[in-house]
């Protein structure tokens, strides 16, 4: 399933490091996604894109930095992350954020681990 | 608040039948899906349930009752590979999907 990738799958980083996380969907959609994924936790929506204007940021702090440079690209930057920030980063895309039956899709995740 | 609830674990014997279940409480309902998520792997959409009654696709099957609040994903013939979570996500009334923690399901021989 090649859909939705993203790069790194897994990274490691300090807290005063800055790291990008990159999404890229091959689905031709209109609407991307971050969520962050804890352990024993509900998926929490982090960011939405729809036709490349940022739609929704549920009250995420700002050394989460998201960029949507297209409709098939999405970045997540991050900076002077904290140790409870480490979790799996899922990105998503459906055809268009809102709309009828809009299933999304995700991509395989980044692993990431603040030390 | 809005919530969903499912069970956090069930275990199960390749070959049989298993039922989990998924309610919930949401400012409003635009739809119920369920997803299957390996560990360390992408969720992947198993199913949509909008209206109703009971879904069927293969060996999996879900079934709403917008009246109750409650969904329940079956899984027939279970395999050794549907050992895997499976999460629920109610569409609210903003179209915001409001997710459960899932279900882990693990299957014995």
């Known amino acids: 399933e090649t859909g939705v990738t993203q790069t790194p799958r897994h990274l490691v980083m300090g807290m005063t490091n800055k790291k990008s996380l990159k999404c890229e969907q091959h689905?031709?959609?209109?609407?991307m996604y971050w969520y962050k994924q804890s352990a024993k936790k509900p998926l929490e929506l982090m960011f939405v894109?729809?036709?490349?204007?940022?739609?929704e940021n549920n009250s995420v702090p700002s050394r989460f930095s998201p960029e949507c440079p297209n409709s098939s690209h999405l970045f997540l930057h991050l900076h002077t992350l904290q140790p409870e920030d480490s979790a799996l980063y899922l990105c998503?895309?459906?055809?268009?954020?809102?709309?009828?039956?809009?299933?999304?899709?995700f991509g395989p995740g980044t692993r990431l681990t603040v030390l | 608040g809005q919530n969903i609830d499912q069970p956090t674990e069930m275990t199960a014997t390749e070959g049989a039948i298993v039922q989990i279940n998924c309610t919930y409480q949401?400012?409003?309902?635009?739809?119920l899906f369920w997803y299957q998520q390996h560990a360390g792997e992408a969720p992947t959409f198993l199913s949509y349930?909008?209206l109703d009654g009971l879904e069927e696709k293969g060996r999996f099957s879900s079934f709403l009752s917008r009246s109750k609040g409650y969904s329940y994903l079956l899984l027939k013939e279970l395999q050794m590979k549907d050992s895997a979570s499976y999460l629920c996500?109610?569409?609210?009334?903003?179209?915001?999907?409001?997710w459960g923690a899932g279900t882990k399901l693990i299957i014995k021989p």
């Open positions: 998503a895309s459906s055809q268009e954020a809102g709309g009828g039956t809009d299933t999304q899709y």
């Open positions: 689905l031709g959609h209109n609407a």
């Open positions: 894109y729809n036709f490349k204007e940022q739609t």
């Open positions: 949401t400012s409003g309902f635009n739809g």
């Open positions: 349930n909008v």
């Open positions: 996500a109610v569409r609210d009334s903003n179209y915001q999907l409001i």
